[in-house]
Each structure stands twice: as structure tokens, then as C-alpha cells.
């Protein structure tokens, strides 16, 4: 498709389980941000990929965050040992860079 | 760390009238801003974007400014309408985002 596609849209998860979140970015776009929104908040800067680097992961919460984007396209967010107060709308964007960043539609998880 | 702040929180309004959202931000070396529109359980949607370089951007109802000398830029929506409503968001390039926590704006018929 043209624009960023984010999948699963909605995840419930089990506190304690393990989640894996993906990200496909526009094609051709060098630049990838992971964002976690908050119920009636602004998005939260996670991390940042220019292609397959990670140049910056300073918003990652907690250890039981991991991002990757092994090739240079898709990218994976990972949460390991999942706890409640991770639920809440995580947000991918591509972009070239320093032009217009594009958002997915998010994935809301929820953890029970 | 950029503080982003947006004014009003929460804008109600009849329909057809002009509105203004206010953006403020604590440092100015900036790459771009960029407004946003958001709607229930949806992802963004890119408004307009402004180059560090530029002072203003326009599309359609909308024109957005930005003056960074003094911190600020503004989303003017001409005519609003109801499907206007929806959370606006501005977000300040970094190298990443920062974005403020949103004006929710209501345009009633």
C-alpha cells in the first residue's frame, strides 16, 4: 500500500506475556520512529532507525522494550513481560529525512 | 528536552467560524514543525508542514505559521465545519518528534 501499515491494529495481552508489534513504513523512506501514545495525551518518543541503524533508543521506557529493523524496511517492536501500565496506542512513522513524517494507524494494546 | 505546549486544550465551536490553535515551544533550532490532525482511535494525519526556512504553509481552510524567534506557530481553519472536529496536533522535528498534547477541537452544525 502507499502509506505506513501497522499490524496488529488492536493486541490484548496477558500481563507477563511477550508481544511483538510491526511496522511497515513507506517504501523507500530511510527515517522510522516508534511513538507510545497515552489515553488524551500527545505521542511519546520510543525510538529511532535510520535505516537499519538504531541511532536513537533514549525513549525506550525499560529494558522489556526492543526495536529492530534488521534490513532496513520493516521494523518490530518488541515487548517482553508485558505490564499494564505499557498498555496504550504505539505508533510508527516513516519519513525521508527531515521531510514529512507519515503515522500508521497504531496498534492499541491492552494488557489484562 | 523541547516542551511543547498547545492552547486551547479543548475548543468548542459553531460552525463557520474562523479558529485559531496556538503552539508554543521551548527552543527554536528546529528542522520543521509539522500539524497533525487526529481522529478517535485513529493514527495521525499530516496537516501542513513548515521547513525551519519557511514562515508560513497554507492548504485549502488551513494555514499554519511559525515564528521561531519567538517560540511559536499557529494553525488558522477558516469556515469550520463539523468535520473538522477531531484533535489537532503540532510536533517539533528534532532529528525525532515532540509533540504537544493536542487541542481537541468540536465544530457543532
Known amino acids: 500500500g502507499a502509506g505506513v501499515s501497522q499490524s496488529p491494529r488492536y493486541k490484548v495481552a496477558k500481563r507477563g506475556q511477550d508481544v511483538a508489534l510491526r511496522c511497515d513504513p513507506i517504501?523507500?523512506?530511510?527515517?522510522l520512529f516508534w511513538y507510545q501514545q497515552a489515553l488524551g495525551q500527545g505521542p511519546e518518543f520510543l525510538t529511532y532507525?535510520?535505516?537499519?541503524?538504531?541511532?536513537?533508543k533514549s525513549g525506550l521506557p525499560s529494558d522489556r522494550f526492543f526495536a529492530e529493523r534488521p534490513e532496513g524496511s520493516v521494523s518490530t517492536l518488541k515487548i517482553q513481560r508485558t505490564q499494564q501500565e505499557d498498555s496504550a496506542v504505539y505508533l510508527c512513522?516513516?519519513?525521508?529525512?527531515?521531510?514529512?513524517?507519515?503515522f500508521g494507524q497504531g496498534t492499541r494494546l491492552t494488557v489484562v | 528536552k523541547q516542551e511543547v505546549t498547545q492552547i486551547p486544550a479543548a475548543l468548542s465551536v459553531p460552525e463557520g467560524e474562523n479558529l485559531v490553535l496556538n503552539c508554543s515551544f521551548t527552543?527554536?533550532?528546529?528542522?520543521?514543525l509539522q500539524w497533525f490532525r487526529q481522529d478517535p482511535g485513529k493514527g495521525l494525519t499530516s496537516l501542513l508542514l513548515?521547513?525551519?526556512?519557511?514562515r508560513e504553509q497554507t492548504s485549502g481552510r488551513l494555514n499554519a505559521s511559525l515564528d521561531k524567534s519567538s517560540g511559536r506557530s499557529t494553525l488558522y481553519i477558516a469556515a469550520s465545519q463539523p468535520g473538522d472536529s477531531a484533535t489537532y496536533l503540532c510536533?517539533?522535528?528534532?532529528?525525532?518528534?515532540?509533540f504537544g498534547s493536542g487541542t481537541k477541537l468540536n465544530v457543532k452544525p
Open positions: 512513522a516513516s519519513s525521508l529525512v527531515d521531510f514529512e513524517a507519515f
Open positions: 517504501s523507500g523512506h530511510v527515517s
Open positions: 513548515i521547513q525551519s526556512s519557511q
Open positions: 532507525f535510520q535505516n537499519e541503524a538504531q541511532l536513537d
Open positions: 527552543d527554536s533550532a528546529i528542522y520543521n
Open positions: 510536533a517539533l522535528n528534532f532529528n525525532k518528534f515532540y
